[in-house]
């Protein structure tokens, strides 16, 4: 589903370049649920972001379902992210002014869809809990039940792949727990892939494998 070739990037500090991700290689299969981990400033979320197409390698390739992302113009890759890939940030991005409904249709709305839109937004909410809470703005809404509304836009558009940077971050234990079960039974019902950034170690051990990055190099890619 996801195949990364001799991957780099490079920023410039001041005078210097300082490589962020350093030639690294490696494929997620369909379905598979991957958890980069390592410690801060190791690349992580860099990587994430490539992967994503939020930002542009210095050199190398990435490929989604068989296309090479590094070689298309902005508009194809605003069409791959709509039609593929789904989101979920540690920071939520909720509109304020919309309810939790409204918030998880927007994917459909940019798309252009909206036969059946409702019914679907619907049955996520109700699939992570918040049926009942679907017309509560975000800042009515605890930062859990935050996140977990971020997690319904995110699988509104049914994406083959599922990019999360640190989604339980900003939530305690039992939050956590719950936002880590809702992944696991949307990546079962939806059949998407699942690749995280984490820290959290309850999160990675419920991964097929771990790729654990280190100073912008691949330490090590095994199963669990």
Do not use: C, W
């Not at 902005?74 to 939520?92: C, M, P, T």
């Not at 996520?124 to 809404?141: F, I, K, M, S, T």
Request: glycine fraction near 10%.
């Amino acid at each position: 589903m996801i195949a990364v070739r001799s991957l780099v990037k490079t920023i410039r500090n001041g005078a210097h370049e300082v490589e962020i991700i350093r030639g690294i290689s490696f494929d997620v299969f369909e379905r598979e649920f991957v958890a980069i981990m390592g410690p801060s400033g190791s690349g992580k979320s860099t990587l994430l972001g490539l992967i994503a197409g939020l930002d542009s390698p210095t050199s190398g390739s990435i490929s989604i379902d068989g296309q090479e992302i590094t070689r298309l113009r902005e508009d194809e890759l605003a069409q791959l992210r709509g039609r593929k890939l789904g989101f979920v940030f540690q920071s939520y991005h909720l509109i304020p002014t919309l309810t939790a409904l409204e918030n998880v249709l927007l994917p459909m709305e940019f798309n252009g869809i909206t036969n059946g839109a409702g019914k679907r937004a619907e049955y996520l909410l109700d699939n992570v809990g918040l049926g009942e809470r679907r017309d509560h703005y975000p800042a009515q809404l605890s930062g859990g039940e935050q996140q977990r509304v971020a997690l319904a836009r995110a699988f509104m558009m049914k994406p083959a792949v599922l990019l999360a940077d640190e989604p339980t971050g900003n939530l305690d234990t039992q939050n956590g727990r719950h936002v880590l079960d809702l992944l696991l039974r949307l990546n079962k019902q939806e059949g998407t892939t699942l690749v995280l950034v984490t820290h959290d170690e309850m999160l990675a051990s419920h991964a097929d494998r771990r790729i654990l990055l280190r100073d912008g190099k691949i330490e090590d890619g095994s199963n669990i």
